[in-house]
C-alpha cells in the first residue's frame, strides 16, 4: 500500500460544477499537507498548503482529517482552466527542509 | 525572479550509458531535492541537499545513483549504466531551507525528460 492515496479518476465535470478530492495518508508522522496542481508534461506547482483549521483561497478550500488521516480539496463554480492534475503531498516532521511524499495525482477535465 | 532551471530538458540515451542531469536551484535557497516522476504517478522522492550536504538520500533506487552540489548552489544527478526502467522525468526543486517553517514551500524546476532505448 502506497503511502498517500488518491483516486487517480479521470474526474469529467461540466463547467461551473463543484467537484472534490480526497487524498488519505498512512504515516501518521506526517504533519505538514500540501495539494499540487500539474499541468500536462510541466511542472507541479504549488496550489495551496493544508491548515489544520482548513483554508480556502477563491474558489478553493483544503480540509485535514488528523484523526481519520486524509485530506480534501474542493473547487467550486470550475473553469475551463482548472483541468489539470492534483496531486496531493505530505511532510513528515516539522522541520521546514524535508521530502514530500505524493500521492499519484487526481486527473481532472473541465467540460464546455 | 528566476525560478529553478534544469539541463537537458530531454535526454535520450542508450541502456548502459551514464547521463548526468543539471539542476541550478532559486538563488538563495539552501535546499535543493531531486525527484522521479513516471507517467500517470507522482513525484517520487530521491535525494535533497542542505547546503552542499545530502540530509537524506533515502530515495535514491540503488547505488548507480548518485548526486552531488559542491558548491551549494546547482546540483548535478548522475546515473550509471542506465537501464530503460530508468525512463522518467527527473525533477528538481528548491525551498529556502534553514529551518524556515514547517510550510515551506518547495519549487519545481520544468525537469529533465530521460529516455533509456
Known amino acids: 500500500r502506497k503511502e498517500v492515496e488518491q483516486d487517480p479518476g479521470p474526474f469529467n465535470v461540466p463547467e461551473g460544477a463543484t467537484v472534490a478530492f480526497n487524498c488519505t495518508y498512512s504515516?501518521?508522522?506526517?504533519?505538514?499537507f500540501f495539494w499540487y496542481r500539474q499541468d500536462c508534461r510541466k511542472e507541479p506547482k504549488l496550489l495551496m498548503s493544508?491548515?489544520?483549521s482548513g483554508n480556502e483561497d477563491g474558489r478553493f478550500t483544503a480540509q485535514l482529517n488528523r484523526a481519520s488521516q486524509y485530506i480534501s480539496l474542493l473547487i467550486r463554480d470550475s473553469k475551463l482552466s482548472d483541468s489539470a492534475t492534483y496531486l496531493c503531498?505530505?511532510?513528515?516532521?516539522?522541520?521546514?527542509?524535508?521530502?514530500?511524499?505524493f500521492g499519484q495525482g487526481t486527473r481532472l477535465t473541465i467540460n464546455p | 525572479g528566476a525560478g529553478v532551471s534544469q539541463t537537458p530538458s530531454n535526454k535520450v540515451t542508450e541502456k548502459g550509458k551514464y547521463v548526468e542531469l543539471r539542476c541550478d536551484p532559486i538563488?538563495?535557497?539552501?535546499?535543493l531535492y531531486w525527484y522521479r516522476q513516471s507517467l500517470g504517478q507522482g513525484p517520487e522522492f530521491l535525494i535533497y541537499?542542505?547546503?552542499?550536504?545530502?540530509?537524506?538520500d533515502s530515495g535514491l533506487p540503488n547505488d548507480r545513483f548518485f548526486a552531488v552540489r559542491p558548491e551549494g548552489s546547482v546540483s548535478t544527478l548522475k546515473i550509471q549504466r542506465t537501464e530503460r526502467g530508468d525512463s522518467a522525468v527527473y525533477l528538481c526543486?528548491?525551498?529556502?531551507?534553514?529551518?524556515?517553517?514547517?510550510?515551506?514551500?518547495?519549487?519545481f524546476g520544468p525537469g529533465t525528460r530521460l529516455l533509456v532505448l
Open positions: 503531498a505530505v511532510k513528515h516532521g516539522w522541520q521546514g527542509a524535508q521530502k514530500l511524499v
Open positions: 538563488s538563495g535557497h539552501t535546499a
Open positions: 526543486a528548491s525551498s529556502l531551507g534553514g529551518g524556515s517553517g514547517y510550510q515551506e514551500t518547495q519549487y
Open positions: 493544508v491548515y489544520s
Open positions: 541537499f542542505q547546503g552542499t550536504g545530502a540530509a537524506d
Open positions: 504515516n501518521s508522522a506526517s504533519q505538514s
